[in-house]
């Protein structure tokens, strides 16, 4: 096992055709552990000092643990707003990169007093590791991530649905499309600015509507997620609805798709057109394009919003680790 620690994002940008084959061989992985991500979130919102470790057995990238440094703590690449935090190991050789991340961590003795690992999955590695007996850890609940499994047919998803949401849901649909021309359509290269923009506009309508700022109306999370975006549309992840109503977007549904998991990550919808219900209706015809792709599980991601045990949902919690040195 060769270790390197990786301080520069130059040196970690030419790691990515490596670090997206090791992604590929992790089945508890994420989208939020790829470089599509991660990568602009250092950009964008990276303080203090890289300390990416990467571990290799022979010329193959087994094991890449994500982190930085800042104010005597050691945090994952992507803190804050990610909902699924963790590194990166090739379950051939979790063990050995797992000791070999920890001892080049307790080599650092200089630059930290206590790890943080938040928002880690239950299948997380770090959660399971063997912690080395100079470190003290302490693992505690962290979120919840409600998570919904899709049936395979769409007429299965509404049988299963209570008698009440599947009346809404008529209900929303008729009366929608006796007033409008309703067009659910995804983001293509040439169209992605333009959802883009609706997705802002959509998301903060809702917000200033209760005097509040909505988390995309910071310009530095707007560029961020362009960013996410334009990577994640060229890896075919991209899954940016958009709901027309006589051709204007009046709802957008932002998610991420990685193999038969789709991850909802932000919507929104104009209030203007809260009687036929746009974000209720725009979930469901995303559910039903979803099931046709062979989407097998939508993660609704952090927070439990009434909204999405009405569709069934269930919950998973993540966890936080941390470590000390004393």
């Given amino acids: 096992m060769r270790v390197e620690v990786i301080t520069s994002e130059p040196v970690l940008r030419?790691?990515?055709?490596?670090?997206?084959?090791?992604?590929?061989?992790?089945?508890?992985?994420?989208?939020?552990?790829?470089?599509?991500?991660?990568?602009?979130?250092?950009?964008h919102f990276g303080s203090g000092s890289l300390r990416v470790v990467a571990a290799r057995t022979a010329d193959t990238l087994v094991g890449l643990f994500p982190l930085y440094v800042e104010n005597g703590r050691i945090l994952l690449i992507g803190s804050g707003i990610t909902d699924y935090l963790d590194v990166l190991v090739d379950p051939a050789f979790e063990h050995d990169a797992l000791?070999?991340?920890?001892?080049?961590?307790?080599?650092?003795?200089?630059?930290?007093?206590?790890?943080?690992?938040?928002?880690?999955?239950?299948?997380?590695?770090?959660?399971?590791?063997?912690i080395p007996g100079e470190l003290v850890s302490f693992s505690s609940a962290a979120s919840v991530c409600p998570f919904l499994t899709l049936?395979?047919?769409p007429d299965d998803f509404y049988a299963a649905l209570s008698y009440r949401q599947r009346r809404h849901i008529r209900s929303a649909k008729k009366k929608?499309?006796?007033?409008?021309?309703?067009?659910?359509?995804?983001?293509?290269?040439r169209t992605l600015p333009a959802y883009l923009d609706d997705l802002f506009r959509l998301h903060n309508s809702r917000w200033n509507e209760r005097n509040m700022p909505g988390v995309l109306s910071d310009e530095a999370i707007q560029r961020f997620h362009r960013d996410a975006m334009e990577g994640?549309?060229?890896?075919?992840?991209?899954?940016?609805?958009?709901?027309?109503f006589d051709g204007v977007t009046v709802a957008s549904i932002y998610a991420i798709r990685r193999n038969e998991r789709l991850f909802g990550y932000l919507g929104g919808f104009d209030p203007a057109h809260h009687?036929?219900?746009p974000g209720m209706l725009a979930l469901s015809?995303?559910?039903e394009d979803a099931i046709c792709k062979g989407v097998q599980e939508f993660d609704f991601l952090r927070g439990r919003e009434a909204y999405k045990y009405a569709w069934?949902?269930?919950?998973?919690?993540?966890?936080?680790?941390?470590?000390?040195r004393s």
């Fill in 99 to 130: 000791a070999a991340m920890f001892g080049v961590l307790l080599q650092c003795k200089g630059d930290w007093e206590t790890a943080q690992f938040g928002e880690l999955r239950p299948a997380s590695p770090l959660l399971n590791a063997a």
């Fill in 275 to 277: 009687r036929f219900s």
């Fill in 312 to 324: 069934g949902a269930h919950d998973r919690t993540t966890y936080a680790l941390t470590l000390s």
């Fill in 151 to 153: 049936p395979g047919t």
């Fill in 285 to 287: 015809l995303v559910f």
């Fill in 176 to 189: 929608a499309s006796e007033t409008y021309l309703l067009e659910l359509s995804l983001a293509q290269s």
């Fill in 14 to 43: 030419a790691l990515c055709p490596e670090w997206s084959e090791l992604l590929d061989r992790c089945p508890y992985a994420t989208p939020f552990q790829s470089p599509e991500w991660l990568l602009p979130w250092w950009r």
């Fill in 232 to 244: 994640f549309l060229d890896k075919g992840w991209l899954y940016l609805y958009g709901l027309k």
